[in-house]
């Protein structure tokens, strides 16, 4: 058990729809990530937040969206939801966005399935 | 331009063998992190290992192993006495400075037989 919890662990929605997926960091990480995992793309950064910043956008598309509350928690909202969005969507989370040797770890991941 | 390339789609090693995963990675800035990930068919992302581009040692964390050639710029991870429970997904990845993510590579499956 990493420490980095997220919910739901699945999803099924349809096209058109709209998301919210949850992320809780391990106690004391400052930093958020979150990746898309998917069979054609591959692992894929999305977005950075730090203590409440954005810090980094990835590949990350204008239908989504994230943002990192004062209690630290993450939120990635997705919109007008597509089939090619279905997809493994993992946060992890690191005490520090400094020091290149900062571990991430990872939450067991959102499995979201657009149909 | 990709940064991390895994060559290797799948593979089979028996049970107590060793089994070597290649990653390559291409950067120009001197400092970076290597990072090595396993993914069993659960799905979860699990560290294994870490290399420093200024480390001297190759990294070794109980029976995984980094062969770190720098200058061919591979990292390669050598799993030993390979066990039925190793058989997932590996990732290699790597962290350039000022920039906060990991990218990954496409990823290794390893399948180990009794």
């Given amino acids: 058990d990493s420490g980095v919890t997220q919910t739901p662990k699945h999803l099924i929605t349809a096209t058109g729809q709209r998301v919210t997926l949850r ?14 995992q998917s069979l054609d793309q591959g692992l894929q950064f999305l977005i950075h937040y730090y203590n409440g910043e954005e810090r980094a956008k990835g590949n ?31 946060c992890a989370s690191s005490v520090t966005n400094r020091g290149l040797e900062a571990e991430q770890f990872f939450g067991p991941g959102t499995r979201l399935t657009v149909l | ?33 290597l990072f090595w990930y396993k993914q069993p068919s659960s799905g979860e992302m699990i560290f294994l290992i870490y290399q420093g581009s200024y480390d001297q040692q190759n990294a070794t964390e ?6 770190f050639q720098k200058a061919r710029k591979s ?10 429970g190793d058989s997932a997904m590996y990732f290699c990845a790597m962290r350039e400075p000022n920039d906060y993510k990991l990218s990954f590579g496409a990823g290794t499956t390893v399948t180990v037989r009794a």
């Fill in chain 2, 62 to 67: 109980g029976r995984y192993s980094l062969n």
């Fill in chain 1, 60 to 90: 990350i598309l204008e239908r989504f969206s994230a943002q990192q509350f004062p209690d630290l928690h993450s939120e990635l909202n997705l919109s007008s939801l597509e089939l090619g969005d279905s997809a493994l969507y993992f």
């Fill in chain 1, 23 to 36: 992320c809780s960091p391990r106690s004391g990480d400052l930093s958020v990530y979150w990746y898309q």
């Fill in chain 2, 1 to 33: 331009a990709q940064k991390i390339t895994q060559t290797q789609p799948g593979m089979f090693v028996q049970e107590k063998e060793a089994v070597t995963l290649d990653c390559t990675y291409d950067t120009s800035d001197p400092s970076y992190g």
């Fill in chain 2, 75 to 84: 990292a390669n991870l050598v799993i030993s006495a390979s066990q039925l």
